[in-house]
C-alpha cells in the first residue's frame, strides 16, 4: 500500500466522523422543535410505534435469511471451502454480514429520524412554509449525511482489512439483498395501507385523504415510512457500495503495483460527501420560497461543488487522470438531466400534469391511458441518458489501455452518486411532509396550515419522483460496470481451468440470446409479483376497513370519542408485505443460478443483459408514471378541474391508486433486483465455470 491510499484511508474515516458530527448537528435542531398539540402529540406517537414494530418484524425476517445466506457464502465462496483458502471464506461472510447489518442500520435510522421530525414539521407549518420546509429538509439531511457516512466507512474499512477488492462484492451482496427485501416490503406494506384509505375515504365515502375516522389511515402514513424512509435509505446505501465495489473491483485488476485508480474511486467519494455536506449547510428557501425549487437549487449546488473540488484534486494528485474525471463528471451531468427531464413529467406546474388532470375530467380511463402513455415517454429521455453517458465513457478512457474503458463506466455511476447524500436528504423529505400533512389535518391546524403542507407534499412527490429517475440511472450505470466485474471474475475463473476467456458477449451466440430472453421477463415478473402482493393485501385491508365501518357505532358520523382499530389494520399490512416480500426477491436470485448452470458464463452475461435493459426500462416507466399519477390527483385537489369530490378527483384517485405500486414498491426496487441479480452472477462465476450444462 502506497502513502497516497493510506491517505484516503484515513481521509475517508474523517469525513465519515464529520458527516456523522453534521448529522447528529441536524438531529438535535430537529428535535428542539416544540410540538405542542395533544392529538398531533398522539398520532405522531402511533405512527412511531407502528414503523417501529413493523421494522422489528421484518429485520426478525430477514436475519434468518442473512445466516442461512452467510453459512451458504462461507461454504461456497469465493472458492469451496475444501479446497483451502478459509480465510477468504471468512472475510466474505464476515464482509457479508456487516453489509447487511448496516443496510439495516440505515433503514433505522431513517424511521428514527423522519417519526421524529413530522409532527415538528407540521405545527411549523402554522408559522409559514420556511420553518416547516426547514425542518422536513433537515430531518432527511440526517439520514442522508449518515447513509453515505456508513457506506463510505464500510467499504474504506472492508479494503483496508482485507486488501481485497472482490471481498468488497461480498459486503456490497450483503446490502443489496437486505435493500431488496425492505425495499419490497415496505412498498407492499404502504402501498396496501395508502391505496385501501384512498378507495375507502375519498372514493366511496367522500371523506378527506387524513380523516382519523378511516381505520387505514395511520397504516397509511407507518407505510410513508416503512417505505419511502426505511425502503429508500437502504436501497440508496446498497446503490453507492455497489458503485463503489465494481469501481474498485476493475481498479484494483488495473492497478498493477500502482494505487492511483483507487485512490482516486475514495477521492471522488470523500469529495462528493464533502459536497453534499456544503449543499445541505446552504439549503435555503424564502419566506414565500417555492420548495420544489429550493430543493433542486440544492442539488445543482452540490453538482457545482463536486465538480469544482474533484477537478482541484484531479490536477493536484499524482497519477490521477482527467479521463477518469471527465467519465465521473459526465456521469453527474447525466444524473442531473435524467433529473430534469423526470421533473418534467412529473411536476404539476409542468403541461404533462395538468393534461393528465384534465383527462380526468372524462373518466378513470382516460386518467389510465394518459398516464401510461407519458410514463412510456419519460423513460426515454432516461435510457437515451444513461446509454450516452456510458457510451462517452467508455470512449473517453479506453484509450488509456485494455480495461480502462469499463473502469470509466464504473466512474461514471461514481459521479451520478457522488452526490447521493444530497439525493437521500431530498427523498426522504418527501415521506416527512407527507407524514405532517395528515398530522395538520388530524390535529385541526386549519385551512391555511393544511395547504401550506400540501405545497410542500406536492414538492416532495416531485422531488422523489427526480430522486428515483437519479437512483436508477445511476443502477444502470453500475451494473453496466458490474457486468465487467463478472467478466474479470469468470475470465479468472476460465484461466485457472485452462478455457478460453470472454472477450465479450455475441447475441447470435444460442447461449448468449438464452440468457437476453430469460434476463429480460425477470423485472416483469418480479414487477407482478410485488403488485400482486399489494393487490391481495389492500383487498383484505379493504374488507376490513368496511368492516369497521359497519360495526362500530358512530364510527362513519365521526362521533366524539369513537376511534377506529388502527392496530389492526397496520397488522393486516405488516403480516401481508412479510408474506410476500421473500418469494419476489428469492426468484429472481434462483433464475441467476438455473441459467448459470444450465448456460455457464456466456449466458449469464447474457441474462445480465437482457435483465439491465428491460429492467431499467420497465423502473422508469414505473417510477415517472406513478409520480405523474400522483401529482396529477394533487393538482386536481388544489381546486383545478372541479376539485376535491368532482368526477375528475375520483378519476385521478383511482389513477393514482393504480401508480402507488408502481413508483413506491415494484419501481424503485426493481434497481435493487438487477444489483442484487449482478453482484450474484459475480461471486458465483466460478461456479458457472466449473458447473454448466451447455457452457
Not at 479 to 489: D, H, Q, R, T
Amino acid at each position: 500500500m502506497d502513502n497516497q491510499l493510506s491517505l484516503f484511508y484515513g481521509l475517508s474515516v474523517l469525513t465519515a466522523a464529520l458527516a456523522f458530527a453534521f448529522a447528529a448537528y441536524l438531529y438535535l435542531w430537529v428535535k428542539k422543535q416544540k410540538t405542542v398539540n395533544a392529538t398531533i402529540q398522539e398520532v405522531a406517537a402511533l405512527i412511531k410505534q407502528g414503523a417501529n414494530t413493523f421494522m422489528r418484524r421484518e429485520y426478525k425476517v430477514l436475519a434468518k435469511f442473512a445466516i442461512v445466506a452467510a453459512v451458504i457464502i462461507f461454504v461456497l465462496l469465493p472458492s469451496p471451502i475444501w479446497q483451502g483458502g478459509i480465510l477468504d471464506n471468512v472475510s466474505m461472510a464476515v464482509a457479508y454480514l456487516a453489509g447487511t447489518v448496516l443496510s439495516a442500520i440505515a433503514g433505522k435510522i431513517g424511521i428514527m429520524v423522519a417519526t421524529l421530525s413530522n409532527a415538528r414539521s407540521a405545527e411549523a407549518a402554522q408559522k409559514g412554509i420556511k420553518p416547516a420546509f426547514l425542518v422536513g429538509f433537515r430531518g432527511g439531511a440526517v439520514m442522508g449525511l449518515l447513509v453515505v457516512g456508513c457506506s463510505l466507512l464500510g467499504v474504506a474499512a472492508v479494503l483496508m482489512v482485507t486488501g481485497n477488492a472482490s471481498i468488497l462484492l461480498g459486503f456490497s451482496f450483503g446490502a443489496s439483498s437486505l435493500a431488496l427485501f425492505a425495499k419490497a416490503g415496505g412498498g407492499i406494506f404502504t402501498k396496501t395501507a395508502d391505496i385501501s384509505a384512498d378507495l375507502t375515504g375519498k372514493v366511496e365515502l367522500g371523506i378527506p385523504e387524513d380523516d382519523p375516522r378511516n381505520p387505514a389511515v395511520i397504516a397509511d402514513n407507518v407505510g410513508d415510512n416503512v417505505g419511502d424512509v426505511a425502503g429508500m435509505g437502504a436501497d440508496l446505501f446498497d446503490s453507492n457500495v455497489a458503485a463503489m465495489a465494481s469501481a474498485l473491483v476493475i481498479a484494483q485488476s488495473l492497478s498493477g503495483g500502482a494505487y492511483s485508480n483507487i485512490s482516486m474511486v475514495f477521492c471522488y467519494a470523500i469529495l462528493g460527501l464533502l459536497a453534499s455536506i456544503i449543499g445541505i449547510a446552504t439549503a435555503r428557501i424564502g419566506k414565500h420560497g417555492n420548495p420544489t425549487r429550493a430543493l433542486n437549487s440544492s442539488t445543482y449546488v452540490t453538482t457545482g461543488v463536486f465538480l469544482v473540488l474533484t477537478a482541484i484534486a484531479t490536477a493536484v494528485f499524482e497519477g490521477f487522470s482527467w479521463r477518469i474525471w471527465g467519465a465521473s463528471a459526465v456521469g453527474l451531468l447525466v444524473g442531473v438531466i435524467i433529473g430534469i427531464t423526470t421533473d418534467y413529467f412529473t411536476d404539476d406546474t409542468k403541461p404533462i400534469v395538468r393534461k393528465v388532470a384534465h383527462a380526468s375530467g372524462t373518466g378513470p380511463a382516460f386518467t389510465i391511458l394518459s398516464g401510461i402513455s407519458y410514463g412510456f415517454i419519460s423513460a426515454l429521455p432516461a435510457m437515451i441518458g444513461i446509454a450516452v453517458s456510458a457510451l462517452v465513457a467508455y470512449k473517453i478512457c479506453d484509450p488509456m489501455g485494455e480495461g480502462y474503458a469499463i473502469f470509466g463506466i464504473s466512474m461514471a455511476a461514481v459521479g451520478m452518486l457522488s452526490i447521493v447524500g444530497m439525493i437521500i436528504s431530498n427523498d426522504a423529505y418527501g415521506p416527512i411532509v407527507d407524514n405532517a400533512r395528515g398530522l395538520a389535518e388530524m390535529g385541526g391546524l386549519g385551512e391555511e396550515t393544511i395547504r401550506t403542507a400540501d405545497e410542500l407534499d406536492s414538492a416532495g412527490n416531485t422531488v422523489k419522483a427526480v430522486t428515483k429517475g437519479f437512483s436508477i440511472g445511476a443502477a444502470g450505470l453500475t451494473v453496466i460496470s458490474l457486468l465487467g466485474a463478472f467478466m474479470s471474475e469468470a475470465n479468472d475463473a476460465l484461466a485457472a481451468a485452462g478455457k478460453a476467456l470472454i472477450t465479450g458477449f455475441d447475441i447470435m451466440s444460442p447461449n448468449v440470446f438464452f440468457g437476453i430472453l430469460i434476463g429480460a421477463a425477470i423485472p416483469a415478473v418480479f414487477s407482478a409479483m410485488l403488485i400482486l402482493g399489494v393487490d391481495k393485501n389492500a383487498q383484505r385491508m379493504v374488507a376490513e376497513i368496511h368492516r369497521q365501518f359497519n360495526t362500530i357505532a358512530g364510527l362513519r358520523e365521526g362521533k366524539p370519542g369513537v376511534k377506529p382499530d388502527y392496530d389492526k389494520c397496520i397488522d393486516i399490512a405488516t403480516g401481508g408485505a412479510l408474506k410476500e416480500l421473500i418469494p419476489a426477491g428469492l426468484m429472481s436470485i434462483i433464475f441467476t443460478v438455473v441459467v448459470g448452470l444450465i448456460g455457464g458464463p456466456l449466458a449469464i452475461g447474457g441474462f445480465l443483459l437482457g435483465n439491465i435493459v428491460s429492467g431499467l426500462l420497465i423502473a422508469l416507466f414505473m417510477s415517472n408514471s406513478g409520480g405523474l399519477w400522483d401529482n396529477s390527483k394533487k393538482y386536481i385537489e388544489s381546486g383545478e378541474e372541479g376539485g376535491k369530490g368532482s368526477s375528475a378527483h375520483k378519476a385521478a384517485v383511482i389513477g393514482d391508486t393504480v401508480g402507488d405500486p408502481f413508483k413506491d414498491t415494484a419501481g424503485p426496487s426493481i434497481n435493487t433486483q438487477i444489483t442484487v441479480v449482478s453482484l450474484v452472477a459475480s461471486l458465483l462465476s466460478s461456479l458457472f465455470v466449473a458447473f454448466s450444462l451447455f457452457g
